[in-house]
């Protein structure tokens, strides 16, 4: 026979997790939806060139007036065009501070990887595999290129190389711009 204590407490157990789940449904508080378009459009690459620490806080402050959509390096013109668009702005070029790179993956050397795992700590998308004293590898399809895994390498085996583009990447140039550039403002 089951003690009256243990059927009391699951019951109540039972019930403060019904009362809770409700709670959590009725009183659930949204996210921002213009803040979430935003770092939609964003590419997620979390480098921090902006001079936020990732994409979201990027967005949070465009959509709140404290930054301009031109700081994003890696999403380039692209992510330019489609941030005024969303936003009803007039598009403006590349914050003249940045340098617009196109697309390109990280490329481990792994003759003179030592295995430090110092990439691996730096990388935000974990697309670094490896473990102490072993060799590291890129996965190509996770990397976004924002180039943070370089820095700490002490032994410099990173490069990072350009993603062949074809037409599918093609776009038509910036206003005022005079050459044409390639790149998805979105990393795959």
Not at 80 to 97: F, T
Not at 156 to 165: A, E, F, N, V, Y
Request: proline content about 9%.
């Amino acid at each position: 026979m089951v003690p009256i204590a243990v059927l009391a407490l699951s019951s109540l157990a039972l019930a403060l997790g019904l009362l809770l789940g409700y709670a959590s449904q009725r009183f659930r508080v949204g996210g921002n939806p213009v803040v979430d378009k935003i770092d939609g459009l964003l590419p997620q690459t979390q480098c921090g060139q902006c001079g936020y620490p990732g994409c979201r806080p990027y967005a949070e402050a465009i959509a709140a007036g404290k930054a301009e959509i031109n700081k994003c390096a890696p999403g380039g013109e692209t992510t330019i065009l489609s941030l005024a668009d969303l936003l009803g702005k007039d598009p403006v070029p590349l914050d003249e501070s940045l340098e617009e790179k196109l697309p390109s993956v990280a490329v481990i050397d792994e003759q003179l990887c030592i295995g430090c795992t110092l990439c691996i700590q730096a990388c935000p998308v974990d697309a670094i595999l490896g473990a102490a004293k072993q060799m590291h590898t890129v996965i190509d399809s996770e990397c976004t290129g924002c180039e943070l895994c370089i820095p700490p390498c002490p032994v410099d085996c990173i490069r990072m190389d350009p993603i062949p583009q074809d037409i599918t990447h093609w776009k038509w140039p910036f206003p005022g711009s005079t050459h044409s550039r390639v790149g998805a403002s979105r990393a795959a």
